[in-house]
């Protein structure tokens, strides 16, 4: 039986940072309210390329739903959406 070994190294990267988010309307019902979201300006401080955006809703039942996304090279993106009533 041989047996081999091999080293692995993982280099994390860190997540963007500087940008901003705006949301319209403030507050809103869950399943009424159109909800806009806007994030612009976006930076990796690492230097790679920012590829994709998500926005996600998360619940108090540590659930994570998917409400946009944008799969580019990009350093804003927008979605529209309501949000999920009780589960």
Known sequence: VSHQEDDLSVLCNSPPSNGTLIV????????ATLFHLSS??????DGD???????TYDSSADDSI????TFAIVSSANTSTTLPGPA
Do not use: E
Request: neutral net charge; charged residues 10%; without cysteine.
């Open 24 to 31: 319209s309307p403030r507050n809103g019902s869950a399943l």
């Open 40 to 45: 612009a300006a976006w930076t990796d401080t």
């Open 49 to 55: 390329v920012i590829s994709s955006l998500w926005f």
């Open 66 to 69: 998917g409400i946009g996304h």
